[in-house]
């Protein structure tokens, strides 16, 4: 019999429409958008979390993001309410489900960059200037020796899949870490995807997936 007590809900979202998504569903070719933003559909979309949140997320303990800007910028749309609300509640970044590195939109910006455009969020877990992956022809004590968007244009690269199977166990680990019960992650379709072994179709532009990771069961909230 599953302990209701140790029970732990992760409510997994898929960031908003952004600007590479658009691109790329009209023109299905990487339109070299590094760290895509939010659209306006996205930043819609992100609203329109809210009555959800309302709903069923408004006693969420933990909000998380990655750090990149669309899942960051979704969280803190789809929460401002809750967050104007309770005080004690701040959006953590962490790096572990950054999307799978594939196009040019999952390549990260510097954390220096980053933090000044959401001085809001909780950076202390990200403790690295350039925290996404990268191959290691490309640094030399962790900074970057070329210009990393022009070798891309040039050369793209994908993160080895042994890497993002690594990066599973990192996130799982810090969840199942934490001592909060109910877990609000906004994240990226592709991580989501492989996180499950590819049993479920990708998720769409904020919708939103409940898990429980006792007994590693889902379903779609929206």
């Known amino acids: 019999m599953e302990n209701k007590e140790n029970s732990k809900t992760i409510y ?3 960031h908003g429409q952004s600007t590479f998504n658009a691109e790329y569903i009209d023109e299905n070719y990487d339109p070299f958008l590094f760290d895509a933003r939010l659209t306006d559909i996205g930043r819609d979309q992100a609203k329109s979390l809210r009555t959800l949140i309302n ?3 408004h006693d969420v303990e933990l909000i998380v993001s990655s750090p990149l800007s669309r899942a960051i910028d979704t969280a803190r749309i789809a929460f401002a309410e809750l967050l104007d609300n309770r005080k ?6 962490i790096k572990h489900h950054s999307e799978y590195l594939c196009d040019s939109d999952d390549n990260g910006r510097p954390l220096s960059e980053i933090r000044l455009d959401f001085p809001d969020c909780d950076f202390e877990e990200l403790n690295e200037e350039h925290w996404w992956y990268i191959p290691d022809h490309l640094k030399s004590n962790q900074q970057y020796v070329i210009n990393y968007q022009e070798h891309f244009r040039k050369k793209r690269y994908r993160e080895p899949y042994e890497d993002l199977k ?3 166990k990192e996130f799982k680990q810090w969840l ?3 001592t909060e019960r109910k877990i609000v992650v906004v994240g990226h379709s592709d ?3 492989y996180l499950f072994e590819e049993e479920y179709e990708f998720l769409n532009n904020c919708q939103v997936m409940q898990w429980d990771m006792n007994s590693n069961e889902t379903k779609l909230l929206n």
């Open 88 to 93: 004690e509640l701040k959006i953590k970044i």
């Open 55 to 57: 709903s069923t997320l």
């Open 12 to 14: 997994l979202i898929r």
């Open 176 to 178: 199942s870490e934490r």
């Open 166 to 168: 690594q990066r599973f």
């Open 191 to 193: 991580f989501y995807y």
